[in-house]
């Protein structure tokens, strides 16, 4: 049990005010028992937090920098492929042959709207994976998770270059082609396109976020004062609007400044304090009270004064049924061996009649760098499964690993009782050789 953080980079350059915001967070917040990833545009890396903390903020340094370069560099360059498309039939648009025009044109319209919407899953929006690794990492280890997510504010002029040529082209055409034409279709289809970049939804990141149990916070930085500026450009509004729902829904907090410290400053100002208060339940239904003396004025109680009757009944029904469970792990050279049992099962509609339990089986293997190398996925039917069945809730599973895996890993193995709709998970040091 310990905390997790997460430093989640969306940014141009490793300036020095970036730089200063990560020094204060390894210092001042970062301990030796902390778990640490980090998450570039192009990777997801596990740091470990050493007790020499200049070294922590130069490797943090190292990898962001790199991965932010090569990131800017390859967005650049897919910026300048865009505006080549857009230029090449504006060009083109000068041919007084209408044909030769057409043509190019018609090629435009099929090419450029995946293109342009490629570059905006690539380089606009979340990596929705890179979180979902981030959660395989964490595993079942308990305690706070936090990530702080540095967004650098940009404008973007191809994005007010593609919707104004698309108008401009829309214009011309609409004088001098028929609406049976075949390129009234592509007009269509890349006026759709157009249209989604004001409806991205915030729901696949939140879900990651929720799924993992993570306070996400977000600072933004850089100044854009208006969405349109006077060199042509327009900001991406759709990106703010998801990261600060997810922050919002995830009990986070969203800042906006021009000091990245600043921001992680009132993000750790914002972290949630508490205590749990705890005593044994006697099984007894009946009216209870207690005394609780806070010492201090900084300390605010946040409590259920009463539970009625139905809910202390559901709660020891809920905590009275058996879950799906993972039991008796063992594992040697290259074989690991494990028990499920206490899964739902149900009768089958033809014969044999016996009953039957329906799981989902996921064992994945991380080696020292917290790097996944293996994964393995399957839906476990017992009545035609060929692991052990020992009886009819419970079988032992066995899975033999590739002969390249050599050395160190953590096996982390969840289950998924897929006709109750419980989860469990289990994560175990071992040595395949």
């Known amino acids: 049990m310990g905390r997790s953080f997460v430093l989640s980079f969306h940014i141009n350059e490793y300036s020095k005010k970036i730089a200063d915001a990560v020094s204060y967070f390894a210092t001042d917040v970062l301990i030796y028992s902390d778990m640490l990833f980090i998450v570039t545009p192009l990777s ?33 360059q897919a910026e300048k492929n865009l505006e080549n498309m857009i230029n090449t039939v504006r060009s083109a648009l000068i041919n007084p042959y209408f044909i030769s025009v057409y043509v190019e044109t018609s090629n435009f319209l099929k090419l450029f709207p995946s293109e342009f919407m490629n570059f905006n899953h690539r380089f606009l929006l979340p990596d929705i994976g890179k979180y979902r690794k981030v959660n395989e990492f964490l595993g079942v280890r308990e305690g706070e998770r936090w990530c702080i997510h540095f967004q650098q504010r940009e404008m973007y002029s191809i994005l007010f270059k593609t919707i104004q ?32 970049l004001d409806s991205y939804s915030a729901r696949p990141l939140l879900d990651i976020i929720l799924e993992g149990n993570i306070n996400f916070n977000c600072v933004f930085f850089g100044s854009i004062s208006e969405r349109r500026s006077n060199e042509g450009q327009i900001a991406a509004p759709y990106l703010e609007e998801i990261l600060k729902e997810t922050a919002l829904a995830s009990g986070g907090k969203a800042v906006e400044t021009t000091n990245p410290l600043a921001g992680v400053r009132d993000i750790v100002r914002h972290q949630d304090h508490y205590y749990e208060v705890v005593f044994d339940f006697d099984g007894k239904i009946e009216e209870k009270h207690m005394q609780i003396i806070l010492e201090g004025s900084r300390t605010k109680p946040s409590f259920k004064e009463k539970f009625g009757k139905e809910e202390l009944q559901s709660f020891i029904h809920y905590l009275s049924t058996e879950k799906v469970t993972i039991k008796d792990f063992t594992s040697d050279s290259s074989t690991i061996t494990f028990i499920i049992t206490s899964f739902e099962l149900q009768e089958r509609d033809e014969e044999p009649f016996e009953p039957f339990g329906i799981l989902r089986v996921r064992i994945q293997l991380h080696n020292e760098e917290g790097e996944r190398v293996y994964t393995s996925k399957r839906i476990l039917r017992t009545h035609e499964t060929e692991d052990e069945l020992i009886d009819e809730n419970t079988v032992r599973i066995t899975n033999i690993f590739p002969a390249q895996h050599k050395g160190k890993f953590l096996v982390i193995i969840a289950v998924t009782d897929l006709i109750r709709n419980s989860f469990t998970s289990a994560a175990h040091n071992i040595e395949l050789k």
């Open 44 to 76: 997801v890396y596990r740091v470990t937090v050493s007790r020499n903390k200049l070294k922590l903020i130069r490797n943090i340094e190292e990898l962001v920098k790199k991965d932010c370069e090569s990131f800017n560099t390859k967005k650049i």
């Open 165 to 196: 040529f698309f108008r401009r082209l829309k214009q011309i055409y609409a004088q001098v082609i028929s609406m049976r034409s075949p390129i009234t279709s592509y007009f269509s289809m890349f006026e759709r396109e157009l249209a989604r």
